[in-house]
């Protein structure tokens, strides 16, 4: 009743505090939509919308719907009953605890999906990470391949490569980043454990004419050996889990070159949200990102100050310019969507990533969530 949303029964009855040009969710199967709720709050409505039992109503747009919800996620229910939630929230599965092995397994499940899948959603860059827009001209006048363009040298310049820099990438994506720093002059080490994405990453390289500067491995980064004068890594760490950012920071620290700087691009809640969310399983690592968590920036600081000697010297943050990417991408798989069903997916897979980008989108829009460059180096260096 309080929130700026309609809801619409099957029989026609409008539930919420929306008005006529307020978003409105259509309920088709209220019932079962109920049940799921009633089975697992956290993960019952977005299978709800997956299975068709409810969606946005024509003319509304789903991120638009849920803006309002991820706006007062904290506040929407009343502190008593939010102390409940142990009893109701399900725990992190052990399956997928982020091991060599499990992380292998973990990333396979979202990024060896199909490489055709993300060709048809994301710009000509393959970039899969949050777009920086320039703010001097307006955004629906820049191409998001531009935007990813000026991500990638922010995240460089942030470590400082240059010509002759020995740089390590933890988390290759399609190689767009690897290509950018070795026409800079970097020779390259990028590591993925994806191997549709190596394997396309590494065709892109040699067609570039690169081949003699950067080296792709199918390597976990707590293997990698060595010494290097920068260190970056594009949205990497959610996938590490809590258990081994001590590790994962821990390498970077031990492969870092004196004077060397590393930049890490993150994705961000508020501290008290990861605090109140860290051990609960949600349908996000259910069905798109398992062994998925997102940090806080407090978080960050604290295991880097108690487990490195790596301090952070700078925090860029630009959570709206994630939305805007989100919403880009979405209009995107929406577009091509007859394309990517001919790859072989179905109707249910469609719905799921429909929720996953517009879910996304709402918390960016919001302040929910945030993303940032931070970068670290010794304060001794």
């Known amino acids: 009743a309080g929130l700026p949303v309609r809801v619409r029964l099957p029989d026609g009855a409008i539930l919420g505090g929306g008005h006529t040009d307020s978003p409105m969710l259509d309920l088709h199967q209220p019932e079962a939509l109920f049940r799921r709720l009633e089975a697992h709050p956290k993960i019952g409505l977005g299978e709800a919308y ?15 719907a ?9 506040v929407l229910l009343p502190k008593p009953i939010q102390r409940l939630r142990g ?4 725990a992190l599965p052990i399956v997928q605890r982020n091991t060599p092995e499990g992380s292998r397994a973990n990333i396979a499940a979202h990024y060896d999906l199909s490489n055709d899948l993300f060709t048809h959603f994301l710009d000509p860059s393959m970039s899969y990470s949050s777009a920086l827009f320039d703010p001097a001209t307006p955004w629906p006048r820049q191409s998001l391949e531009e935007a990813q363009h000026r ?22 994506g399609w190689g767009e980043l690897a ?15 994806s191997s549709e994405q190596a394997d396309l990453a590494t065709e892109r390289v040699w067609a570039a004419g690169l081949g003699d500067r950067v080296e792709i ?21 959610e996938a590490v889990g809590e258990e081994y950012w001590p590790t994962y920071f821990g390498a970077i620290d031990r492969l870092l070159a004196p004077g060397g700087v590393a930049c890490i691009q993150a994705i961000l809640m508020s501290h008290d949200r990861f605090l109140a969310t860290r051990n609960s399983y949600g349908w996000i690592q259910k069905y798109i990102f398992p062994g998925g ?13 108690a487990h490195t000697t790596l301090r952070m010297t700078n925090v860029h943050a630009f959570g709206p310019h994630y939305a805007e990417t989100l919403h880009r991408w979405r209009a995107s798989f929406e577009v091509n969507w007859s394309a990517i069903a001919a790859v072989g997916f179905d109707e ?22 945030d993303v940032a460059h931070v970068t670290l180096a010794r304060p001794h260096d």
């Open 151 to 172: 991500k990638i040298d922010a995240v460089l310049d942030a470590a400082r490569v240059g010509s002759r820099t020995r740089l390590l990438e933890i988390g290759t």
């Open 293 to 305: 968590l997102i940090p806080s920036l407090t978080a960050l600081r604290e295991v880097t100050a």
């Open 348 to 369: 249910r897979f469609r719905r799921m990533w429909e929720f996953y980008l517009a879910y996304c989108e709402a918390g960016f829009r919001t302040g929910y969530l």
């Open 179 to 193: 290509l950018r720093a070795a026409r800079r002059g970097a020779h390259v080490t990028t590591i993925t454990l």
């Open 217 to 237: 491995r199918l390597q976990d980064y707590r293997a990698v050996a060595g010494e290097f004068d920068a260190v970056v890594s594009v949205e990497m760490i």
């Open 66 to 74: 849920l803006s309002p919800f991820a706006a007062r996620l904290a």
């Open 87 to 90: 009893i109701v929230e399900l």
């Open 50 to 64: 997956m299975a068709g039992e409810w969606g946005a109503a024509p003319g509304t747009d789903l991120a638009d």
